[in-house]
């Protein structure tokens, strides 16, 4: 905390503050009490390009301000970067004090601080002389929250405005009838309840119909899968089929090309093809006297037909 200079007395104001705050330090016991006969607030650290109005709208939070002083430079009409304001309940100059000294405004810190006395500044009229020949002091007059005096509103085009709109309004809730303020609060309340429940019937409806198409959408993705996986199995069907018939085809080849090899083969021992030692001994067997298989066959055969002969030959009949 520095010791002298201009943050010297914003830091030993806040400074009492927070002792006031420890010590639990209010009404007569407070510094501020010291200043209850003045409701005049200076405000100092101000940035240059700040108006009246801009003042007037960053402390009127605290209260109604009857008087703003910005104190300029007569030649230039610059601000210097303080003023004065006053407030309509002096109360409101504790919670002025309190809250915005310190402040930073703009990169600025600002230096808010009671004024003791305050010396309203002095208006002369060059045109009007007194007995002595001085231009005569005028009455110095508040001016207000937009300048043109306290109690005087909607000069400014934003405030009539507003104004505008906030009378529609009343208009509007006039037009209704006088109501107590209990019949107000109930009439108040019971619209409240109804467009609450308005508001649960419109939720539960729309509830209700996101899940049935949720529920619409599931069972769609899920038709989709069952005709996804028919489709599949149907196309591993039509493959197996595709391979069983190639094998088959193969198979057919292969018998044929087999049978082809067996009909040479056999026309090849038609012809005396076969082997000569066969022949040679068979030739042999004959010429030697030894009876062949076929020989053999036949004798069986005839000796068959003999002892056959007289069962199937008829009776003779006789004569008696």
């Known amino acids: ?61 605290f209260g109604e301000i009857v008087d703003v002083n910005l104190i300029r430079d007569k030649s230039t009409g610059k601000s210097k970067g303080f003023c004065f304001i006053c407030y309509e309940d002096q109360r ?65 085009s934003s405030q009539l405005k507003i104004d505008e709109v906030a009378r529609g309004r009343k208009v509007v809730s006039s037009k209704a009838g006088v109501e107590d303020e209990d019949e107000a609060w109930a009439k108040a309340f019971e619209e409240s309840l109804k467009a609450e429940g308005g508001d649960k019937k419109a939720k539960k409806k729309k509830d209700k119909k996101d899940k049935k198409d949720k529920k619409k959408s599931k069972e769609a993705k899920k038709e989709e899968k069952r005709q996804l996986k028919e489709m599949l199995a149907e196309a591993k069907r ?40 066969a022949g040679k001994s068979t030739a042999r067997g004959t010429a030697k006297g030894e009876p062949s298989c076929s020989s053999s066959t036949s004798s069986g055969s005839a000796s068959e037909d003999s002892d056959d002969a007289p069962s199937e030959r008829p009776k003779k009949r006789t004569k008696k």
């Open 1 to 61: 905390m520095s010791v002298t200079g201009y943050m010297y007395n914003i830091n030993a104001t806040k400074k009492l503050g927070e002792l006031e705050l420890s010590a639990g330090l209010e009404g007569n016991r407070s510094w501020h009490n010291q200043f209850k006969h003045s409701a005049y607030v200076y405000i100092g650290g101000l940035h240059p390009g700040l108006t009246e109005g801009d003042v007037v709208i960053v402390f009127s939070q």
């Open 92 to 156: 409101s100059t504790i919670l002025a004090v309190d809250n915005m000294n310190g402040f930073q405004l703009l990169k600025r810190t600002l230096r808010v601080d009671h004024v003791d006395k305050y010396k309203a500044p002095k208006n002369l009229d060059e045109n009007e002389k007194d007995e002595e020949g001085d231009p005569k002091l005028l009455k110095y007059e508040a001016t207000g929250a937009e300048g043109k005096g306290h109690g005087v509103y909607n000069v400014t």
């Open 238 to 277: 039509l493959k197996q089929e595709a391979k069983r018939a190639k094998e088959e085809a193969k198979r057919i080849k292969e018998e044929r090309k087999k049978g082809g090899t067996g009909g040479r083969d056999t026309l090849a021992d038609a012809s005396g093809g076969g082997k000569p030692d």
